[in-house]
């Protein structure tokens, strides 16, 4: 069996599945406890912030743990609009944002809010200079991802941010960094980025919990009241043994970040290349995408045809984001790149990790070769 579906989730680092295992047994006190035990589940809790904070480059008081990036994503955008509603009602996105993000922005438009969802290129991606012109004197918030979670397409959010921060400087910007963290290099803080989300279970750690890096001297309105927790956050008793372990995946995937990027863009442009001697097949992530994602698709077959012929040869991939809702349409990733109904129905996404080798790749595109005669035997 070989894995190609990381960016759904990752197979966790064995170091991080022992973590949890242990502080779970043995440092199960509550942080907020002021006997021995929750003191040192607060140490540990101390501990994984500093962690957390170095392999972003950021300060530990800017760290909010949560339970994951959708979470993340809501209280991003919806406790931003609601701290700062005096300032006006307007939004902007992209068509092609995670649906944590444009379903939360949904939400805002149905209270009374305003949004303006820029279009995307052929390739997937917007431009700053769009983003200066959809800005208006009420404008809030910017939220725009780092990297597509189903083409892989890399939006230039650093450019995006020195824009905001030079012309709108009351303008908070937002980026879902879940699939861009560990693969591709990005300053918080010279990208002039406010808020920034991630998740673990993408990066090889336990999945529910995550994070949202609020800069210091920004406040936002919590969606969650309680005891308190997490700066006043995200009250409720935090999960130790996963965030513990969630530090130690991202120090390893910031420690790991160019190593890996250098590999998986070699194994990248393998595949490319093997995929374009199919001429069944149409790539859809372009040349300057991520890393570790490659999108094509077989027009006129259905997706799920060739996923489930790919894992009887022992390969698993997706059809696109694990979140989205409706799996028997047409991808609104790819329409909203332009692409055919029929390309839009017929893709595949193959999302690399650090355990993949040349092998892994050309034992892929043989399993391919054999699936598109088979299909093409059916039809």
Known sequence: MIYFDHAATTPPY?????????????????????????????????????????????????I????????SNNMAIKG???????????????????????????????????????????????????????LRPDTVLVSVMHVNNETGAVQPVEDIGRLLKSAAP???????????????????TDGGIDLYSLSAHKLRGPKGVGLLYVREGLQLAPLLAGGGQEGGYRSGTEN??????????????????DARATVMYRLREQLIQGLAELP????????????????????????????????????????RSACSSKRSEPSRILLAMGKSKEIASSGIRISMGDEHEERDIDALLAALKQSVKRLQALR
Not at 27 to 42: D, I, M, V
Not at 64 to 69: D, I, L
């Open 14 to 62: 064995e170091d991080v599945a022992k973590t949890v295992a242990e502080v779970m047994a043995r440092h199960y006190g509550n942080p907020s406890s002021l006997h021995r035990l929750g003191e040192e589940s607060s140490k540990l809790l101390d501990k994984a912030r500093d962690v957390s904070a170095a392999a972003l480059g950021v300060r530990p008081r800017e």
């Open 64 to 71: 909010v743990f949560t339970g994951g990036a959708t979470e």
């Open 80 to 134: 931003a609009a609601l701290q700062f509603a005096g300032r006006g009602k307007h939004l902007i996105t992209t068509e092609t944002e995670h649906p944590s993000v444009l379903e939360s922005v949904k939400q805002l438009v149905s209270w009374g809010w305003e949004a303006t969802v820029l279009p995307v290129d052929g390739n997937g991606n917007v431009t700053a200079e769009q983003v200066r012109e959809a």
């Open 170 to 188: 009351r303008v908070l910007f937002h980026v879902d960094g879940v699939q861009g963290f560990g693969k591709l290099p990005l300053s918080l």
């Open 240 to 257: 130790i043994p996963y965030i513990v372990a969630f530090s130690k995946a991202l120090r390893l995937a910031a420690e790991g970040r």
């Open 280 to 319: 069944e097949l149409a790539v859809n992530s372009s040349a300057q995408g991520a890393p570790h994602i490659v999108h094509f698709s077989y027009p006129g077959m259905k997706a799920e045809a060739l996923l489930h012929m790919l894992e009887e040869e022992g390969f698993y991939v997706s059809t």
